[in-house]
């Protein structure tokens, strides 16, 4: 169940629903998960600040269950979205940040299905 929650300070129009898809399929493909249990949030226009600029920035947390663990592929990982963030925002790599967390049982409560 990856969950992700990008932030940044571009405009709304700068990211359309197109790359709310291709995030949810880039991360699906990454982690090895069915799309179905992806879920995608975006926050634009948020006030922010990153090292001391106000310039564009994006911070994007990823989590799921027991796939960042040290040693890992969270180098991979990191790679890959920050190379697709590069592609669809023009930001430069030193403007976003990517980070992981590993998610464990006890931390989501999930819906009895009907």
Do not use: W
């Not at 995030?23 to 799309?35: F, N, P, Q, R, W």
């Not at 926050?43 to 920035?57: A, D, K, M, Q, W």
């Not at 590069?86 to 030193?94: C, H, Q, R, W, Y």
């Amino acid at each position: 169940m990856p969950l992700c929650t990008i932030t940044t300070n571009l405009p709304d129009e700068k990211l359309s629903d197109t790359f709310l898809k291709e995030t949810s399929a880039l991360i699906a493909k990454l982690l090895d998960k069915d799309e179905k249990h992806v879920q995608v949030t975006l926050f634009c226009n948020v006030r922010t600040i990153s090292s001391g600029s106000l310039e564009p920035c994006m911070t994007f947390y990823l989590s799921s269950f027991e796939r960042f663990r040290p040693g890992d592929n969270n180098r991979k990982y990191g790679d890959e979205i920050g190379k697709f963030l590069a592609e669809k925002t023009g930001l430069p790599d030193s403007s976003m940040k990517v980070i992981f967390h590993d998610l464990q049982l006890i931390d989501v409560g999930i819906p009895p299905v009907k």
